[in-house]
């Protein structure tokens, strides 16, 4: 069935640094991959996406490229700030109408000052 | 962009009494609805996909006749634990499909109910 595997945090950054947090999934056919955060208190938010190989998402600095290659979709910023401090989850929809989202574990990002 | 609410967003309980969760569309109506479970530390386990006026499906595993699912209007699901035990005890989310959207393959999700069973 469908998985998918991200870095396992916490993951401590200081304000400014470069961020990557690897994301690789199985899956049969062609899936649509996702990024979502969650900020302290609120619900998951789509942050960005991609629905076909070499495609690149982005969003409020971040980005992610879906690899077919690889089976990755890594998400990268190039610099953090405070207010990105949320715990960040990969998601793939596999192929077929049922919306079905598999998530992996979330990985809990810190941003200090 | 879109809102989903649930309700309540804490819950505590005795053993086997049973506990009802509403997730509600905001400003769209959405024909279809998913309820996630969240361990600690562990990703979002999809229980069932409800489609408004027909049942629940259920992934395997999950026992349906434990986790009642009523989907009856385009604006609200509902998730009654029934006859909980300390084994339930989890954060339950939901999310919503906006089948009108501009994107049409995102899922909004609520702020999740944590559910502690005693």
């Known amino acids: 069935g469908d998985s998918v595997t991200q870095m396992e945090g916490p993951v401590t950054l200081s304000e400014e640094a470069f961020l990557t947090i690897n994301c690789t999934y199985t899956a049969t056919g062609y899936p649509s991959l996702f990024w979502y955060v969650q900020y302290p208190g609120e619900g998951l938010q789509l942050l960005l996406k991609?629905?076909?190989?070499?495609d690149k998402g982005s969003n409020k600095g971040f980005e992610a490229t879906y690899r077919k290659e690889t089976t990755s979709f890594h998400l990268e910023k190039g610099s953090v700030q405070v207010s990105d401090s949320a715990v960040y989850f990969c998601a793939l929809r596999g192929g077929g109408s049922n919306y079905k989202l598999t998530f992996g574990k979330g990985t809990l990002l810190t941003v200090n000052p | 962009g879109a809102v989903v609410s649930q309700h309540p967003s804490r819950v505590i309980c005795k053993s086997g009494t049973s506990v009802k969760i509403e997730c509600r569309s905001l400003d769209f109506q959405a024909t279809t609805m998913f309820w996630y479970r969240q361990f600690p530390k562990q990703s979002l386990m999809l229980m069932a996909t409800s489609n408004e006026g027909s049942k629940a499906t259920y992934e395997q595993g999950v026992e349906k006749d434990k986790f009642l699912i009523n989907h009856a209007s385009l604006t609200l699901s509902t998730l009654t634990v029934t006859s909980a035990h300390p084994e339930d005890s989890s954060f339950y989310i939901c999310?919503?499909?906006?089948?009108?959207?501009?994107?049409?393959?995102?899922?909004?999700f609520g702020p999740g109910t944590r559910l502690l069973v005693l």
């Open positions: 999310s919503a499909r906006d089948p009108g959207g501009a994107v049409k393959e995102t899922q909004y």
């Open positions: 991609a629905t076909k190989a070499d």
